[in-house]
């Protein structure tokens, strides 16, 4: 694979992020520039691979050489609760740490993450976020280094190594110093789990609906501290 087109598009999330945040700080254009790399990237090239006659990306298929089994599906619901617990725990244990409440909401206010459409914008980091972002890395990415012939751990690493660095972008003004720094790895700890989640069951189910509790965590932090 083209090593500037690969460059592009692990860094193009990056980029999205941060011409909305901090370039334009809103975060319903974040959204908007964000999810629509998310979407349309892989759509774009589903599209031209099948106008070229070429066999169509499998991407967010499940391998159907595998049997189904209900363990991704259980993997998945229980490393989410896990997930969603220890965020929501250490927030109570150590927000005083964590969050400038005050300084926190007055950054949400500039970012727009307030008012009447508040309650859509969290709809779609609970339900969009998850799709869209496990699809991206854990489905496009990593079958695109795979198909080229990546080793399969390399891989993982790779596409959890860009997907945490636009976290960056969104931690690091959100939470106190040093613990913004720190919090970015457990971003990267969950990218790899995800990942081994792909690999493992060949589904992208397990590791969607995992990332979707861990999502629920961080609102859950959001109703008690920030609403």
């Not at 460059?7 to 959204?31: C, E, H």
């Not at 727009?112 to 890395?137: C, D, Q, S």
């Not at 919090?183 to 189910?205: D, E, I, K, N, Q």
Request: overall charge positive.
């Amino acid at each position: 694979m083209d090593r500037f087109k690969l460059a592009i598009l692990f860094l193009g999330p990056t980029i999205m992020i941060a011409a909305g945040l901090q370039g334009m700080r809103s975060v319903p254009l974040t959204f908007v520039l964000f999810y629509g790399w998310l979407l349309l990237v892989p759509l774009g090239s589903f599209v031209l691979r099948r106008r070229a006659g070429a066999c169509a990306d499998s991407w967010f298929q499940t391998d159907r050489k595998r049997p189904r089994t209900k363990s991704d599906l259980l993997l998945g619901i229980g490393s989410g609760a896990v997930f969603l617990g220890a965020i929501v725990t250490a927030a109570v244990q150590f927000h005083p740490l964590l969050l400038n409440i005050p300084r926190l909401k007055g950054l949400l206010q500039e970012w727009h993450f307030t008012g009447e459409h508040m309650m859509w914008l969290v709809l779609v980091l609970l339900v969009l976020n998850p799709l869209l972002e496990e699809a991206y890395w854990r489905g496009y990415m990593l079958r695109k280094l795979t198909d080229a012939r990546v080793r399969p751990a390399m891989a993982v690493f790779l596409t959890s190594l860009f997907y945490s660095l636009y976290h960056v972008l969104s931690i690091m003004p959100i939470f106190e110093r040093p613990w913004n720094i720190v919090l970015v790895l457990p971003v990267f700890a969950a990218g790899l789990f995800w990942g081994w989640m792909r690999l493992r069951h060949a589904s992208l189910t397990g590791s969607v609906l995992s990332h979707s509790f861990a999502d629920a965590g961080i609102m859950c932090v959001y109703f008690l501290y920030l609403s």
